[in-house]
Protein backbone atom coordinates (compact mmCIF):
# COMPACT_ATOMS: atom_id res chain seq x y z
CA UNK A 1 0.00 0.00 0.00
CA UNK A 2 1.32 3.72 -1.33
CA UNK A 3 1.78 6.25 1.47
CA UNK A 4 -0.79 8.11 -0.39
CA UNK A 5 -3.60 4.86 -0.27
CA UNK A 6 -2.46 4.36 3.41
CA UNK A 7 -3.62 7.99 4.14
CA UNK A 8 -6.73 7.99 2.87
CA UNK A 9 -7.47 4.51 4.22
CA UNK A 10 -6.63 6.23 7.90
CA UNK A 11 -9.15 9.43 6.95
CA UNK A 12 -11.97 7.12 5.69
CA UNK A 13 -11.62 4.93 9.33
CA UNK A 14 -11.34 8.34 11.09
CA UNK A 15 -13.92 9.78 9.18
CA UNK A 16 -16.70 6.81 10.20
CA UNK A 17 -15.64 5.95 13.65
CA UNK A 18 -16.71 9.82 14.31
CA UNK A 19 -19.78 9.79 12.61
CA UNK A 20 -20.57 6.81 14.74
CA UNK A 21 -19.62 9.27 17.66
CA UNK A 22 -22.17 11.77 16.28
CA UNK A 23 -24.82 9.44 15.87
CA UNK A 24 -24.18 7.54 19.45
CA UNK A 25 -24.36 10.89 21.14
CA UNK A 26 -27.29 11.71 19.46
CA UNK A 27 -29.30 8.43 20.57
CA UNK A 28 -28.28 9.27 23.93
CA UNK A 29 -29.46 13.10 24.31
CA UNK A 30 -32.52 12.52 22.48
CA UNK A 31 -33.40 9.13 25.13
CA UNK A 32 -32.98 11.94 27.89
CA UNK A 33 -34.68 14.57 26.47
CA UNK A 34 -37.79 12.88 25.59
CA UNK A 35 -38.19 11.44 28.47
CA UNK A 36 -37.77 14.27 30.91
CA UNK A 37 -41.91 13.90 32.28
CA UNK A 38 -40.72 10.23 33.20
CA UNK A 39 -37.87 11.24 35.06
CA UNK A 40 -39.34 14.14 36.86
CA UNK A 41 -42.26 11.35 37.81
CA UNK A 42 -39.86 9.02 39.09
CA UNK A 43 -37.79 11.29 41.29
CA UNK A 44 -40.48 13.10 42.08
CA UNK A 45 -39.41 16.57 41.25
CA UNK A 46 -41.13 19.42 42.13
CA UNK A 47 -42.24 21.85 38.94
CA UNK A 48 -40.50 24.81 40.29
CA UNK A 49 -37.01 22.62 40.92
CA UNK A 50 -37.30 20.85 37.64
CA UNK A 51 -35.79 24.17 35.36
CA UNK A 52 -33.43 24.79 37.57
CA UNK A 53 -32.23 20.64 37.44
CA UNK A 54 -32.72 20.93 33.71
CA UNK A 55 -30.63 24.05 33.03
CA UNK A 56 -27.79 22.94 35.31
CA UNK A 57 -27.11 20.66 31.93
CA UNK A 58 -26.30 23.44 29.41
CA UNK A 59 -24.67 25.69 32.14
CA UNK A 60 -22.24 22.51 33.05
CA UNK A 61 -21.77 21.53 29.35
CA UNK A 62 -20.16 24.81 29.08
CA UNK A 63 -17.98 24.37 31.34
CA UNK A 64 -17.36 20.80 30.56
CA UNK A 65 -16.52 22.47 26.83
CA UNK A 66 -14.15 25.18 28.44
CA UNK A 67 -12.28 22.27 30.07
CA UNK A 68 -11.74 19.90 26.93
CA UNK A 69 -10.63 23.31 25.26
CA UNK A 70 -7.77 23.56 28.03
CA UNK A 71 -7.28 19.67 28.34
CA UNK A 72 -6.38 19.38 24.60
CA UNK A 73 -3.11 21.19 24.94
CA UNK A 74 -2.17 18.13 27.30
CA UNK A 75 -4.00 15.12 25.81
CA UNK A 76 -5.51 14.39 22.50
CA UNK A 77 -8.90 15.27 21.66
CA UNK A 78 -9.46 11.37 19.94
CA UNK A 79 -8.25 10.47 23.93
CA UNK A 80 -10.39 12.90 25.36
CA UNK A 81 -13.48 11.80 23.30
CA UNK A 82 -12.67 8.02 23.79
CA UNK A 83 -12.84 9.06 27.93
CA UNK A 84 -15.61 11.26 28.02
CA UNK A 85 -18.14 9.75 25.69
CA UNK A 86 -18.44 6.56 28.13
CA UNK A 87 -19.02 8.63 31.10
CA UNK A 88 -22.49 10.19 28.95
CA UNK A 89 -23.91 6.74 28.87
CA UNK A 90 -22.93 5.54 32.11
CA UNK A 91 -24.81 9.11 33.93
CA UNK A 92 -27.52 8.24 31.48
CA UNK A 93 -27.85 4.74 33.45
CA UNK A 94 -27.70 6.21 36.79
CA UNK A 95 -30.89 8.56 35.71
CA UNK A 96 -32.79 5.94 34.79
CA UNK A 97 -31.76 3.47 37.73
CA UNK A 98 -31.46 6.07 40.59
CA UNK A 99 -33.53 6.37 43.39
CA UNK A 100 -33.21 9.62 45.67
CA UNK A 101 -33.32 13.32 44.00
CA UNK A 102 -29.69 13.62 44.90
CA UNK A 103 -28.71 10.59 42.80
CA UNK A 104 -30.56 12.29 39.53
CA UNK A 105 -28.68 15.82 40.32
CA UNK A 106 -25.44 14.00 40.54
CA UNK A 107 -26.39 12.05 37.72
CA UNK A 108 -27.42 15.37 35.65
CA UNK A 109 -23.95 17.33 36.77
CA UNK A 110 -21.72 14.65 35.24
CA UNK A 111 -24.22 14.25 32.04
CA UNK A 112 -23.71 17.85 31.43
CA UNK A 113 -20.33 18.02 32.05
CA UNK A 114 -19.04 14.73 29.98
CA UNK A 115 -21.64 16.56 27.34
CA UNK A 116 -19.98 19.38 27.05
CA UNK A 117 -16.23 17.66 26.66
CA UNK A 118 -17.71 15.24 24.08
CA UNK A 119 -19.45 18.20 21.71
CA UNK A 120 -15.97 19.91 21.76
CA UNK A 121 -14.14 17.12 21.15
CA UNK A 122 -16.48 15.57 18.40
CA UNK A 123 -16.20 18.75 16.30
CA UNK A 124 -12.44 19.20 17.26
CA UNK A 125 -11.85 16.43 15.16
CA UNK A 126 -14.29 17.05 13.19
CA UNK A 127 -12.83 20.20 11.67
CA UNK A 128 -9.13 18.41 11.67
CA UNK A 129 -10.76 15.96 9.55
CA UNK A 130 -12.22 18.31 7.24
CA UNK A 131 -8.90 20.50 6.91
CA UNK A 132 -6.87 16.79 5.94
CA UNK A 133 -9.80 15.90 3.46
CA UNK A 134 -9.50 19.27 2.09
CA UNK A 135 -12.89 19.37 1.23
CA UNK A 136 -16.53 20.06 3.22
CA UNK A 137 -17.41 17.08 5.67
CA UNK A 138 -18.78 18.78 8.74
CA UNK A 139 -22.59 18.20 7.95
CA UNK A 140 -22.26 14.64 7.44
CA UNK A 141 -21.00 14.50 10.99
CA UNK A 142 -23.92 16.65 12.31
CA UNK A 143 -26.25 14.64 9.72
CA UNK A 144 -25.23 11.32 11.80
CA UNK A 145 -26.10 13.49 15.32
CA UNK A 146 -29.79 14.15 13.68
CA UNK A 147 -29.82 10.78 12.87
CA UNK A 148 -29.31 9.82 16.37
CA UNK A 149 -31.83 11.63 17.62
CA UNK A 150 -34.52 10.66 15.30
CA UNK A 151 -33.40 7.25 16.60
CA UNK A 152 -33.37 8.01 20.45
CA UNK A 153 -36.50 9.56 20.09
CA UNK A 154 -38.28 6.75 18.34
CA UNK A 155 -36.86 4.52 21.24
CA UNK A 156 -38.34 6.42 23.82
CA UNK A 157 -41.52 6.72 21.98
CA UNK A 158 -41.40 2.32 21.75
CA UNK A 159 -40.03 2.15 25.90
CA UNK A 160 -43.61 4.51 26.48
CA UNK A 161 -45.79 2.37 23.99
CA UNK A 162 -44.24 -0.45 25.78
CA UNK A 163 -44.65 0.31 29.75
CA UNK A 164 -40.92 0.39 30.16
CA UNK A 165 -39.56 1.82 33.09
CA UNK A 166 -36.12 4.37 32.95
CA UNK A 167 -33.67 2.15 33.62
CA UNK A 168 -34.88 -0.91 31.47
CA UNK A 169 -35.39 1.44 28.23
CA UNK A 170 -32.06 2.99 28.98
CA UNK A 171 -29.67 -0.41 30.32
CA UNK A 172 -30.16 -2.10 26.53
CA UNK A 173 -28.89 1.17 24.98
CA UNK A 174 -26.13 1.30 27.16
CA UNK A 175 -25.01 -2.12 26.59
CA UNK A 176 -25.14 -1.92 22.55
CA UNK A 177 -23.57 1.50 22.82
CA UNK A 178 -20.96 1.41 25.00
CA UNK A 179 -18.76 -1.43 23.87
CA UNK A 180 -19.76 -0.23 20.15
CA UNK A 181 -18.12 3.29 21.07
CA UNK A 182 -15.02 1.87 22.96
CA UNK A 183 -14.39 -0.32 19.82
CA UNK A 184 -14.26 2.33 17.38
CA UNK A 185 -12.92 5.08 19.34
CA UNK A 186 -9.71 3.18 18.92
CA UNK A 187 -10.24 4.43 15.09
CA UNK A 188 -10.79 8.07 15.79
CA UNK A 189 -7.84 10.34 14.59
CA UNK A 190 -7.60 13.76 13.24
CA UNK A 191 -5.96 15.23 10.36
CA UNK A 192 -2.90 16.13 12.25
CA UNK A 193 -1.87 13.03 13.10
CA UNK A 194 -2.11 11.65 9.19
CA UNK A 195 1.09 11.50 8.01
CA UNK A 196 0.83 13.65 4.68
CA UNK A 197 2.62 13.08 1.26
CA UNK A 198 5.62 15.27 0.20
CA UNK A 199 3.10 17.10 -2.17
CA UNK A 200 0.86 18.06 0.43
CA UNK A 201 4.30 19.15 2.68
CA UNK A 202 5.12 21.30 0.18
CA UNK A 203 1.93 22.67 -0.72
CA UNK A 204 1.28 23.37 3.11
CA UNK A 205 4.02 25.10 3.50
CA UNK A 206 3.50 27.64 0.33
CA UNK A 207 0.23 27.93 1.45
CA UNK A 208 1.41 29.21 5.14
CA UNK A 209 3.96 31.18 3.67
CA UNK A 210 1.90 33.19 1.69
CA UNK A 211 -0.43 34.01 4.98
CA UNK A 212 -0.24 37.89 6.02
CA UNK A 213 1.36 37.39 9.87
CA UNK A 214 -0.78 37.36 12.68
CA UNK A 215 -1.98 39.93 14.22
CA UNK A 216 -2.46 39.93 18.28
CA UNK A 217 -6.21 39.46 19.31
CA UNK A 218 -7.34 39.11 15.74
CA UNK A 219 -8.12 35.41 16.19
CA UNK A 220 -10.51 36.61 19.19
CA UNK A 221 -11.90 39.64 16.86
CA UNK A 222 -12.56 36.86 14.01
CA UNK A 223 -14.17 34.18 15.90
CA UNK A 224 -16.96 36.58 16.99
CA UNK A 225 -19.12 37.43 14.30
CA UNK A 226 -19.27 33.02 14.54
CA UNK A 227 -20.15 32.98 17.87
CA UNK A 228 -23.26 35.47 17.33
CA UNK A 229 -24.18 32.86 14.48
CA UNK A 230 -23.58 29.82 16.63
CA UNK A 231 -25.85 31.19 19.51
CA UNK A 232 -28.39 32.52 16.84
CA UNK A 233 -28.73 29.20 15.41
CA UNK A 234 -29.30 27.39 18.80
CA UNK A 235 -32.46 29.88 20.33
CA UNK A 236 -33.42 28.86 17.28
CA UNK A 237 -33.45 25.20 17.71
CA UNK A 238 -33.97 25.79 21.45
CA UNK A 239 -37.36 27.90 19.97
CA UNK A 240 -38.74 24.92 18.04
CA UNK A 241 -37.33 22.48 20.49
CA UNK A 242 -39.84 23.54 23.11
CA UNK A 243 -42.35 25.62 21.99
CA UNK A 244 -43.42 24.24 18.30
CA UNK A 245 -45.94 21.71 19.96
CA UNK A 246 -47.49 24.52 22.35
CA UNK A 247 -47.61 27.27 19.51
CA UNK A 248 -48.99 25.00 17.35
CA UNK A 249 -51.65 23.15 19.86
CA UNK A 250 -53.04 26.66 21.74
CA UNK A 251 -52.42 29.15 19.45
CA UNK A 252 -53.20 28.12 15.52
CA UNK A 253 -55.73 25.79 16.86
CA UNK A 254 -53.76 22.32 16.11
CA UNK A 255 -55.24 19.11 17.93
CA UNK A 256 -53.14 17.45 20.25
CA UNK A 257 -51.76 14.99 18.06
CA UNK A 258 -51.35 17.38 14.70
CA UNK A 259 -49.46 19.43 18.30
CA UNK A 260 -46.27 16.07 17.89
CA UNK A 261 -45.58 16.42 14.27
CA UNK A 262 -43.40 20.05 14.10
CA UNK A 263 -40.78 19.01 16.07
CA UNK A 264 -40.56 15.55 14.10
CA UNK A 265 -40.84 17.01 10.64
CA UNK A 266 -38.04 19.57 12.08
CA UNK A 267 -35.66 16.83 12.63
CA UNK A 268 -36.22 14.80 9.35
CA UNK A 269 -35.55 18.02 7.57
CA UNK A 270 -32.31 19.18 9.65
CA UNK A 271 -31.00 15.31 8.65
CA UNK A 272 -32.40 16.15 4.96
CA UNK A 273 -30.23 19.65 4.88
CA UNK A 274 -27.10 18.32 6.69
CA UNK A 275 -27.26 14.48 4.48
CA UNK A 276 -26.97 16.93 1.12
CA UNK A 277 -24.97 19.97 3.10
CA UNK A 278 -21.77 19.21 2.05
CA UNK A 279 -22.44 18.65 -1.61
CA UNK A 280 -24.13 22.09 -1.66
CA UNK A 281 -21.15 23.59 -0.20
CA UNK A 282 -18.78 21.98 -2.64
CA UNK A 283 -20.99 23.64 -4.98
CA UNK A 284 -21.85 26.96 -4.49
CA UNK A 285 -19.19 27.87 -1.29
CA UNK A 286 -19.50 28.30 2.19
CA UNK A 287 -20.94 32.22 2.42
CA UNK A 288 -23.69 31.15 0.09
CA UNK A 289 -24.84 28.11 1.82
CA UNK A 290 -24.93 30.08 4.88
CA UNK A 291 -26.52 33.02 3.43
CA UNK A 292 -29.44 30.26 1.97
CA UNK A 293 -29.98 28.52 5.17
CA UNK A 294 -30.45 31.58 7.10
CA UNK A 295 -32.74 33.31 4.59
CA UNK A 296 -34.80 29.71 4.48
CA UNK A 297 -34.95 29.97 8.71
CA UNK A 298 -35.81 33.35 8.34
CA UNK A 299 -38.63 32.79 5.82
CA UNK A 300 -39.92 29.36 8.34
CA UNK A 301 -40.25 31.80 11.51
CA UNK A 302 -42.20 34.28 9.15
CA UNK A 303 -44.81 31.77 7.87
CA UNK A 304 -44.69 30.58 11.55
CA UNK A 305 -45.55 33.95 12.82
CA UNK A 306 -48.21 34.89 10.27
CA UNK A 307 -49.74 31.13 9.79
CA UNK A 308 -53.37 31.23 9.91
CA UNK A 309 -54.10 27.49 10.81
CA UNK A 310 -52.06 24.34 12.02
CA UNK A 311 -51.30 22.96 8.88
CA UNK A 312 -49.37 26.53 7.74
CA UNK A 313 -47.76 26.64 10.79
CA UNK A 314 -46.41 22.70 10.62
CA UNK A 315 -45.01 23.39 6.94
CA UNK A 316 -42.75 26.97 8.59
CA UNK A 317 -41.09 24.41 11.04
CA UNK A 318 -40.63 22.07 8.41
CA UNK A 319 -38.98 24.73 6.03
CA UNK A 320 -37.20 26.06 9.54
CA UNK A 321 -35.29 22.81 9.80
CA UNK A 322 -33.89 22.83 6.24
CA UNK A 323 -32.50 26.31 6.84
CA UNK A 324 -30.91 26.38 10.67
CA UNK A 325 -29.34 22.53 9.59
CA UNK A 326 -26.45 24.27 7.54
CA UNK A 327 -25.48 26.80 10.22
CA UNK A 328 -24.20 24.84 12.86
CA UNK A 329 -21.87 22.46 10.96
CA UNK A 330 -20.53 25.48 8.91
CA UNK A 331 -19.81 27.60 12.15
CA UNK A 332 -17.74 25.10 13.20
CA UNK A 333 -16.03 24.49 10.26
CA UNK A 334 -15.02 28.42 9.53
CA UNK A 335 -13.95 28.33 13.55
CA UNK A 336 -11.05 26.10 12.33
CA UNK A 337 -10.17 27.85 9.53
CA UNK A 338 -10.61 31.27 11.24
CA UNK A 339 -7.47 29.55 14.30
CA UNK A 340 -5.96 27.45 11.49
CA UNK A 341 -2.61 29.96 11.31
CA UNK A 342 -2.75 30.55 15.12
CA UNK A 343 -0.52 27.47 16.20
CA UNK A 344 -0.59 24.83 17.65
CA UNK A 345 -4.18 24.13 19.73
CA UNK A 346 -5.07 27.34 18.21
CA UNK A 347 -7.74 25.47 16.05
CA UNK A 348 -8.83 23.14 19.22
CA UNK A 349 -9.07 26.10 21.43
CA UNK A 350 -11.45 28.16 19.31
CA UNK A 351 -13.68 25.24 18.65
CA UNK A 352 -14.15 24.35 22.35
CA UNK A 353 -14.62 28.16 22.79
CA UNK A 354 -17.23 28.44 20.00
CA UNK A 355 -19.31 25.13 21.41
CA UNK A 356 -19.83 27.29 24.75
CA UNK A 357 -22.45 29.00 22.23
CA UNK A 358 -24.31 26.49 21.53
CA UNK A 359 -25.69 25.99 25.34
CA UNK A 360 -26.05 29.86 25.51
CA UNK A 361 -28.07 29.76 22.66
CA UNK A 362 -29.94 27.37 23.98
CA UNK A 363 -30.50 28.63 27.10
CA UNK A 364 -31.36 31.93 26.26
CA UNK A 365 -32.97 31.04 23.30
CA UNK A 366 -36.08 29.16 24.88
CA UNK A 367 -36.83 31.30 28.15
CA UNK A 368 -36.92 34.81 26.44
CA UNK A 369 -39.49 33.27 23.70
CA UNK A 370 -41.76 32.11 26.41
CA UNK A 371 -41.49 35.04 28.16
CA UNK A 372 -42.21 37.45 25.21
CA UNK A 373 -44.70 35.52 24.28
CA UNK A 374 -46.38 35.12 27.86
CA UNK A 375 -45.81 39.45 28.31
CA UNK A 376 -47.05 40.28 24.71
CA UNK A 377 -47.61 38.08 22.16
CA UNK A 378 -46.89 34.25 21.17
CA UNK A 379 -46.85 35.37 17.50
CA UNK A 380 -44.82 38.14 17.69
CA UNK A 381 -42.22 36.23 20.01
CA UNK A 382 -41.46 34.22 17.25
CA UNK A 383 -40.34 37.41 15.02
CA UNK A 384 -37.49 37.77 17.60
CA UNK A 385 -35.53 34.45 16.57
CA UNK A 386 -36.81 35.39 12.40
CA UNK A 387 -34.54 38.98 12.99
CA UNK A 388 -31.62 37.27 14.67
CA UNK A 389 -31.68 34.71 12.34
CA UNK A 390 -31.22 37.58 9.62
CA UNK A 391 -28.45 38.87 11.63
CA UNK A 392 -26.30 36.18 10.27
CA UNK A 393 -26.27 37.49 6.74
CA UNK A 394 -24.15 40.02 7.84
CA UNK A 395 -21.77 37.49 9.22
CA UNK A 396 -21.32 35.21 6.51
CA UNK A 397 -18.32 36.70 4.80
CA UNK A 398 -16.65 35.14 8.09
CA UNK A 399 -17.28 32.25 6.43
CA UNK A 400 -15.30 32.77 3.42
CA UNK A 401 -11.84 30.76 3.03
CA UNK A 402 -12.91 27.09 3.98
CA UNK A 403 -11.88 24.63 1.77
CA UNK A 404 -15.43 23.66 -0.05
CA UNK A 405 -15.01 25.10 -3.41
CA UNK A 406 -12.00 24.58 -6.14
CA UNK A 407 -10.89 26.38 -8.42
CA UNK A 408 -9.92 29.92 -8.51
CA UNK A 409 -6.73 29.74 -6.42
CA UNK A 410 -8.01 27.15 -3.85
CA UNK A 411 -6.43 24.02 -3.44
CA UNK A 412 -7.57 21.61 -5.79
CA UNK A 413 -9.07 18.13 -3.24
CA UNK A 414 -7.06 14.94 -3.98
CA UNK A 415 -8.22 12.24 -6.68
CA UNK A 416 -8.23 9.60 -4.59
CA UNK A 417 -12.29 9.50 -2.97
CA UNK A 418 -11.96 9.53 0.72
CA UNK A 419 -15.74 8.58 1.25
Do not use: K
Not at 71 to 82: G, K, S
Request: a positive charge; glycine letters at 12%.
Amino acid sequence: MTDAAGTDARLRRGRRALAFSFLAQGITFALLVTRVPAVQSRYGVPDTVLPALLAAVPLLAGVGSLTAGTLVTRVPARTLLRCSQPLVLLALLVVGAGHHTWHLAVALGAFGLAVGAVDASMNMLGVSLQQAHGRSIMLGFHAAYSLGGIVGATLAWAAVRAGLPLGASYAPVVLVLLPALLLTGRRCTDGATVPHTPHETRQAATTAARRPPATPGAGGRALMPLCVVMAVAYMGDATVSNWSATYLRDVLGGSEALATLPYNAYAATTLIGRAVGDRTVRRFGAPAVVRGGALLAAGGFAVVAAAPGPLTGLAGFTVLGLGLSVLVPQTFAAAGRVAADRGPGATDAAVARLNVFTYLGYLVGAPLVGALGAAWSHRGAMAVPLVLVLLTLAHARSFTGQPDRYGGGHERPRTVDVG
